[in-house]
């Protein structure tokens, strides 16, 4: 019971309160590989990553097959793969490469081992198996919506912005409580930002320099004149990059992204 009070008080009160919690059940079964795993997870969440570490590594020592705390070992590394102990990024990403592989080994037919894998996948930037890996979880559990998320993160991140698009669409209709589906795509409803910040910079350096060779007011004039042309550009060219956007999403996610602008 105390196992899945920590659970529930996750969303209420936070991790450290669930860490509380999950002590009490340990105190009471301390050979649990779920409690230790549970443990290591809320760890995680608290930024104490070497602790989180040990609680994962004892967890597996119980039970190396727990698929609990193999993919939620992996989640734990790849939600920040930086420890006082890591010495290179790579160790720990083959660490989550690792546990993956087990969950592949131990239960192949679970969509949460394929999700595991293309989210590691991910984490290499090796975006075409990382789809793949998705779509083995989807062929398996067809609504779930980690799976559609993670379909459209890799088509993002390969420059495909309709299958990106229509991924996010799904990832929202399997889970509406979640945010991320339609935070993709209004991400890719933007399209790429004007870069306003270094458009201005440029400006005001090029009629600094142009308006010293004049004086006064007419210095004034041709610098305030150069501003204005650049931010009106930049403006211009981000609504624009915004339109050629959302001309690469299907119908589809074009209503969605609609419907959102109108009730958001």
């Known amino acids: ?149 993670l379909v459209g993160f890799a088509a993002e991140a390969r420059g495909d912005t309709r299958a990106a698009g229509d991924a996010f669409v799904n990832a929202q209709k399997a889970d509406p409580t979640s945010s991320t589906g339609i935070e993709g795509l209004r991400r890719l409803g933007k399209g790429a930002a004007a870069p306003i910040g270094f458009g201005l910079f440029l400006a005001v350096r090029f009629g600094v320099k142009a308006g010293q060779r004049a004086s006064g007011m007419l210095a004034v004039a041709f610098i305030v004149l150069v501003v204005a042309g650049t931010v009106a550009y930049l403006v211009w060219r981000s609504k624009e990059s915004q339109r050629e956007a959302e001309a690469r999403l299907s119908s589809q996610a074009r209503d969605v992204l609609e419907q959102d602008r109108k009730y958001s």
């Open 1 to 149: 019971m105390f196992s899945m009070l920590a659970d529930a008080e996750i969303s209420t009160d936070g991790p450290e309160t669930s860490l509380a919690t999950i002590e009490r059940a340990l105190a009471i079964e301390p050979e649990s590989s779920t409690y230790h795993a549970q443990r290591g997870h809320y760890l995680a969440q608290l930024g104490r990553h070497d602790e989180s570490d040990d609680s994962f590594v004892q967890a597996l020592t119980l039970n190396s097959m727990n698929s609990y705390a193999l993919s939620a070992h992996v989640e734990a590394i790849l939600r920040d793969p930086r420890t006082t102990r890591r010495r290179h990024k790579a160790a720990r990403l083959a660490l989550a490469d690792s546990r993956a592989q087990a969950l592949l080994h131990h239960y192949p037919n679970a969509a949460i081992s394929h999700l595991m894998d293309s989210k590691v996948r991910l984490a290499h930037d090796d975006y075409v198996a990382s789809d793949a890996a998705a779509r083995r979880a989807l062929a398996i559990e067809p609504n779930n919506p980690i799976g559609h998320q």
